[in-house]
Protein backbone atom coordinates (compact mmCIF):
# COMPACT_ATOMS: atom_id res chain seq x y z
CA UNK A 1 0.00 0.00 0.00
CA UNK A 2 0.98 3.63 -0.88
CA UNK A 3 2.47 5.82 2.26
CA UNK A 4 3.46 9.29 2.70
CA UNK A 5 6.52 10.48 5.08
CA UNK A 6 6.91 14.21 5.88
CA UNK A 7 9.82 14.07 7.41
CA UNK A 8 9.62 18.00 9.57
CA UNK A 9 7.18 17.96 11.93
CA UNK A 10 7.22 21.74 12.19
CA UNK A 11 9.11 24.51 10.07
CA UNK A 12 9.83 28.19 10.86
CA UNK A 13 11.50 30.17 8.35
CA UNK A 14 11.73 34.70 8.39
CA UNK A 15 9.34 36.48 6.20
CA UNK A 16 10.76 36.63 2.72
CA UNK A 17 12.61 33.83 3.41
CA UNK A 18 12.77 30.59 1.18
CA UNK A 19 11.24 27.83 1.97
CA UNK A 20 11.02 24.14 1.34
CA UNK A 21 9.02 21.09 2.88
CA UNK A 22 9.90 17.75 2.29
CA UNK A 23 7.95 14.44 1.04
CA UNK A 24 8.83 10.75 0.58
CA UNK A 25 6.42 8.35 -1.23
CA UNK A 26 5.95 4.89 -1.09
CA UNK A 27 4.41 3.14 -4.27
CA UNK A 28 4.49 0.51 -6.54
CA UNK A 29 3.91 2.34 -9.16
CA UNK A 30 4.25 6.57 -10.44
CA UNK A 31 1.75 7.89 -8.40
CA UNK A 32 -0.58 10.74 -8.35
CA UNK A 33 1.05 13.25 -6.12
CA UNK A 34 -0.37 16.55 -4.14
CA UNK A 35 0.23 19.38 -1.95
CA UNK A 36 -2.61 20.55 0.23
CA UNK A 37 -2.79 23.85 2.89
CA UNK A 38 -4.93 23.83 5.56
CA UNK A 39 -5.74 27.43 7.56
CA UNK A 40 -6.59 26.41 11.52
CA UNK A 41 -10.27 25.34 11.84
CA UNK A 42 -10.52 24.91 7.82
CA UNK A 43 -10.79 22.52 4.90
CA UNK A 44 -7.98 21.41 3.28
CA UNK A 45 -7.06 23.57 -0.28
CA UNK A 46 -5.05 21.98 -2.94
CA UNK A 47 -1.60 23.55 -3.94
CA UNK A 48 -0.84 21.35 -6.75
CA UNK A 49 -0.69 18.47 -7.99
CA UNK A 50 1.67 15.81 -10.67
CA UNK A 51 0.07 13.09 -12.83
CA UNK A 52 2.86 12.78 -15.51
CA UNK A 53 4.55 14.91 -17.61
CA UNK A 54 6.88 17.55 -16.25
CA UNK A 55 8.52 16.94 -13.23
CA UNK A 56 8.54 20.83 -12.03
CA UNK A 57 5.06 21.05 -11.26
CA UNK A 58 3.77 25.14 -10.66
CA UNK A 59 0.80 25.86 -8.09
CA UNK A 60 -1.30 28.53 -6.67
CA UNK A 61 0.24 31.17 -4.31
CA UNK A 62 3.67 30.59 -5.75
CA UNK A 63 4.38 27.33 -4.62
CA UNK A 64 6.02 24.91 -6.94
CA UNK A 65 7.03 20.99 -6.10
CA UNK A 66 9.57 18.40 -8.45
CA UNK A 67 8.90 15.57 -8.73
CA UNK A 68 11.90 13.13 -8.33
CA UNK A 69 11.41 9.05 -9.39
CA UNK A 70 14.87 8.34 -8.03
CA UNK A 71 14.59 10.30 -5.02
CA UNK A 72 11.21 8.90 -4.38
CA UNK A 73 9.91 12.85 -3.32
CA UNK A 74 8.05 15.26 -4.22
CA UNK A 75 9.18 18.50 -1.86
CA UNK A 76 7.24 22.01 -2.17
CA UNK A 77 8.91 24.83 -2.42
CA UNK A 78 8.83 28.90 -2.39
CA UNK A 79 11.29 31.61 -3.20
CA UNK A 80 9.90 33.75 -0.73
CA UNK A 81 7.18 33.48 2.09
CA UNK A 82 4.67 35.66 3.22
CA UNK A 83 3.62 36.12 6.59
CA UNK A 84 -0.12 34.36 5.31
CA UNK A 85 1.98 31.38 4.49
CA UNK A 86 1.99 29.88 7.91
CA UNK A 87 -0.64 26.67 8.03
CA UNK A 88 0.13 23.30 7.97
CA UNK A 89 0.85 21.70 4.63
CA UNK A 90 0.06 17.75 3.35
CA UNK A 91 1.69 15.63 0.85
CA UNK A 92 -0.57 13.41 -0.43
CA UNK A 93 -0.52 10.03 -2.87
CA UNK A 94 -3.14 8.82 -4.84
CA UNK A 95 -3.64 5.49 -6.47
CA UNK A 96 -7.05 3.69 -7.26
CA UNK A 97 -9.31 5.41 -5.00
CA UNK A 98 -7.74 5.82 -1.86
CA UNK A 99 -5.21 8.92 -1.11
CA UNK A 100 -2.51 8.57 1.62
CA UNK A 101 -2.03 12.07 3.68
CA UNK A 102 1.75 12.41 5.01
CA UNK A 103 1.60 13.62 9.35
CA UNK A 104 1.60 17.37 7.44
CA UNK A 105 4.31 19.96 8.57
CA UNK A 106 2.86 23.07 10.22
CA UNK A 107 4.65 26.11 8.77
CA UNK A 108 5.27 29.44 10.89
CA UNK A 109 6.45 31.81 9.48
CA UNK A 110 8.38 35.32 11.69
CA UNK A 111 8.68 39.01 10.65
CA UNK B 1 -18.94 24.38 -10.46
CA UNK B 2 -18.79 22.02 -7.91
CA UNK B 3 -19.22 22.68 -4.35
CA UNK B 4 -19.27 20.42 -0.86
CA UNK B 5 -21.42 20.87 2.00
CA UNK B 6 -20.50 19.51 5.71
CA UNK B 7 -22.88 20.03 8.43
CA UNK B 8 -22.90 20.64 11.28
CA UNK B 9 -20.07 22.77 11.43
CA UNK B 10 -19.54 22.58 15.09
CA UNK B 11 -20.62 19.51 17.70
CA UNK B 12 -20.53 19.00 21.51
CA UNK B 13 -21.84 15.41 22.23
CA UNK B 14 -22.18 13.44 25.54
CA UNK B 15 -19.99 10.21 25.66
CA UNK B 16 -22.55 7.06 24.70
CA UNK B 17 -24.87 9.42 22.38
CA UNK B 18 -25.54 8.96 18.81
CA UNK B 19 -23.77 11.11 15.96
CA UNK B 20 -25.01 11.75 12.84
CA UNK B 21 -23.00 13.92 10.50
CA UNK B 22 -23.74 14.54 6.40
CA UNK B 23 -22.15 15.45 3.27
CA UNK B 24 -23.59 16.67 -0.29
CA UNK B 25 -21.66 17.58 -2.99
CA UNK B 26 -23.25 19.14 -5.53
CA UNK B 27 -22.77 20.01 -9.15
CA UNK B 28 -21.02 16.53 -9.97
CA UNK B 29 -22.11 13.11 -10.65
CA UNK B 30 -20.91 9.77 -8.84
CA UNK B 31 -18.28 11.36 -7.56
CA UNK B 32 -15.78 8.96 -4.92
CA UNK B 33 -16.86 10.28 -1.85
CA UNK B 34 -14.37 10.04 1.42
CA UNK B 35 -14.58 10.52 5.17
CA UNK B 36 -11.26 11.72 7.37
CA UNK B 37 -10.69 12.16 11.31
CA UNK B 38 -8.06 14.64 12.09
CA UNK B 39 -7.26 14.83 15.64
CA UNK B 40 -5.51 18.01 17.34
CA UNK B 41 -2.09 18.61 15.90
CA UNK B 42 -2.31 14.86 13.76
CA UNK B 43 -2.92 14.16 10.25
CA UNK B 44 -5.71 13.00 8.18
CA UNK B 45 -6.82 9.29 9.46
CA UNK B 46 -9.03 7.50 6.31
CA UNK B 47 -11.88 6.73 7.92
CA UNK B 48 -14.28 5.39 5.13
CA UNK B 49 -14.25 5.89 1.31
CA UNK B 50 -17.14 4.94 -1.64
CA UNK B 51 -17.23 4.49 -5.09
CA UNK B 52 -20.44 4.25 -5.51
CA UNK B 53 -24.45 4.42 -3.65
CA UNK B 54 -24.21 1.52 -1.08
CA UNK B 55 -20.98 0.78 -1.93
CA UNK B 56 -18.38 1.78 1.45
CA UNK B 57 -14.98 0.60 2.07
CA UNK B 58 -13.90 0.97 5.89
CA UNK B 59 -10.10 1.67 6.75
CA UNK B 60 -10.09 1.69 10.36
CA UNK B 61 -12.07 -0.70 12.61
CA UNK B 62 -13.73 1.23 15.13
CA UNK B 63 -17.34 2.65 16.52
CA UNK B 64 -18.30 4.70 13.39
CA UNK B 65 -20.38 3.76 10.11
CA UNK B 66 -20.80 5.23 7.02
CA UNK B 67 -23.60 5.40 4.42
CA UNK B 68 -24.08 6.32 1.07
CA UNK B 69 -27.77 7.02 0.40
CA UNK B 70 -27.80 9.14 -2.28
CA UNK B 71 -25.47 9.43 -5.11
CA UNK B 72 -24.23 12.90 -3.60
CA UNK B 73 -24.51 12.27 0.12
CA UNK B 74 -22.20 11.08 2.41
CA UNK B 75 -23.21 9.83 5.91
CA UNK B 76 -20.61 9.55 9.36
CA UNK B 77 -22.28 7.58 11.96
CA UNK B 78 -22.06 6.02 15.41
CA UNK B 79 -24.58 4.70 17.91
CA UNK B 80 -22.16 5.36 21.01
CA UNK B 81 -19.72 8.05 20.76
CA UNK B 82 -16.03 7.75 22.99
CA UNK B 83 -14.14 10.28 23.99
CA UNK B 84 -12.04 9.20 21.22
CA UNK B 85 -14.04 10.46 18.95
CA UNK B 86 -13.47 13.98 19.18
CA UNK B 87 -11.85 15.41 16.42
CA UNK B 88 -11.91 17.23 13.32
CA UNK B 89 -14.13 15.34 10.73
CA UNK B 90 -13.48 16.01 6.47
CA UNK B 91 -15.22 15.44 4.09
CA UNK B 92 -13.89 15.14 0.22
CA UNK B 93 -14.80 14.19 -3.40
CA UNK B 94 -13.21 13.08 -6.21
CA UNK B 95 -14.24 12.94 -9.87
CA UNK B 96 -12.41 9.55 -10.09
CA UNK B 97 -9.12 7.59 -9.10
CA UNK B 98 -6.93 10.04 -11.03
CA UNK B 99 -8.26 13.27 -9.81
CA UNK B 100 -7.47 15.65 -6.71
CA UNK B 101 -9.65 15.50 -3.85
CA UNK B 102 -11.97 18.23 -3.10
CA UNK B 103 -12.83 19.01 1.06
CA UNK B 104 -15.35 20.69 2.73
CA UNK B 105 -15.16 23.26 5.22
CA UNK B 106 -14.91 20.26 8.31
CA UNK B 107 -17.11 19.61 11.21
CA UNK B 108 -15.30 19.55 14.57
CA UNK B 109 -16.53 17.00 17.64
CA UNK B 110 -16.16 17.45 21.00
CA UNK B 111 -17.37 14.19 23.09
CA UNK B 112 -17.26 15.13 26.33
Known amino acids: AQSVTQPDIHITVSEGASLELRCNYSYGATPYLFWYVQSPGQGLQLLLKYFSGDTLVQGIKGFEAEFKRSQSSFNLRKPSVHWSDAAEYFCAVGAKNDMRFGAGTRLTVKP | ?112
Open chain 2, 1 to 112: SQTIHQWPATLVQPVGSPLSLECTVEGTSNPNLYWYRQAAGRGLQLLFYSVGIGQISSEVPQNLSASRPQDRQFILSSKKLLLSDSGFYLCAWRRNSASEQFFGPGTRLTVL
